[in-house]
């Protein structure tokens, strides 16, 4: 069977081997990241995939009809052997189609560090799995790099199925203090002031032009793969959620720049996983922890942050009853 790898097989030692399931970052600095680049001016894009159902072939094929792809690498993070048939189908029609599977559920950083040691794209594109690309969508994107040159990371509009802007497609920095106004909707109180922006901006004036953003969404991130190996990856303390947010954030302190292009749209259809929502989320409660722990400890008191927790695990215990329900609804009914 053409295309199908594992991840022992990659020469590039600057991002993370996958031994025993367990990856770890290599030190930076070992070597120029352009000698890791085969192809200049095209993308490779990453996609990491986990129980993701019919919609990852359609993913897929919108992928493979870009005239800008050098390789599209599917990470197989665990899937149903019907989808992972199909997979290998489209892996021997298509050359630029490779997988790499037998690791496991290494998470979704781990999945993308897998990934993107086989990248040999000038740029990737990491790409959430239940993302849709429009024909020629990586041409504009690309040609940004070249009419902005020092763009760290690039993405587009992101919308739901209905045409709207997703939420999390485009927002502020999350803080402490952005979340406490999102959930409580302090912006109301003053909306012109500074300290009072929102975390979440898609309910704002839609922009008609390539704009700075602070954070933008994993669904969609495309950069140089120089920029992915100076960052050192994605930060595989994440498992699932935040991860974005997190490079963003070293983006951020390394005075980068992240550019939006409202005038490119991709649709993506969340929720598609058949994983139970209750272990997502409780993952995503791990992951704000991580992640408010890891950045914010010098700027906010340990009281501060330890209440913040507190309120996160609140909400989960909250939330969870629920998801049970929904989840064995949706079962029973057949869904």
């Known amino acids: 069977m053409k295309n199908q790898v594992s991840d022992a097989g990659s020469t590039d030692n600057r991002l993370p081997n996958n031994n025993a399931n367990v990856v770890k970052l290599a030190p930076l600095g070992s070597g120029s990241p352009y000698s890791l680049v085969e192809a200049k001016g095209v993308c490779s894009v990453v996609i990491v995939s986990y129980k993701t159902g019919e919609v990852l ?78 024909i020629d969508t990586l041409i504009p994107a690309l040609e940004v790099f070249q009419s902005y040159p020092n763009t760290s990371l690039l993405t587009v509009r992101i919308e739901n199925v209905d045409g709207t ?8 920095l999350m803080t402490p203090w952005t979340c406490c106004v999102e959930q409580f909707r302090l912006d109301r109180l003053a909306p012109n002031h500074p300290h009072f922006k929102r975390l979440n901006l898609n309910e704002t004036t839609p922009l008609s032009k390539i704009t700075p953003v602070q954070c933008i969404s994993g669904a969609f991130m495309l950069m140089p793969k120089q920029v992915f190996v100076e960052l050192g990856g994605m930060d595989e303390d994440y498992f699932l959620h935040v991860e974005d947010i997190d490079f963003c954030l070293r983006i951020e302190k390394i005075n980068g720049s992240i550019l939006y292009l409202p005038h490119v749209s ?34 906010y008191p340990a009281w501060a942050l330890w209440a913040l927790s507190l309120a996160i695990y609140i909400r989960l215990a909250i939330i969870f009853p629920k998801l049970i329900f929904l989840w064995f609804g949706n079962k029973l009914l057949g869904r």
């Open 266 to 299: 991709v649709i993506h259809r969340k929720g598609s996983s058949d994983s139970f929502p209750g272990i997502v989320e409780w993952y995503k409660a791990r992951s704000f922890c991580k992640y408010f722990k890891k950045h914010f400890t010098e700027q």
């Open 165 to 172: 802007e997703q939420r999390g497609a485009r927002r502020n």
């Open 57 to 134: 072939m359609d993913c897929i094929r919108s992928v493979l009809r870009q005239s800008k792809l050098h390789q599209l690498i599917l990470v197989d993070n665990g899937n149903s052997r019907q989808t992972v048939q199909q997979l290998n189908e489209i892996a021997d029609k298509h050359s630029k189609f490779e997988i790499i599977t037998g690791h496991g559920n290494v998470g979704f950083s781990k999945g993308c560090n897998l990934g993107v040691r086989r990248a040999r794209g000038e740029y990737i594109l990491l790409l959430n799995p239940d993302s849709i690309l429009q």
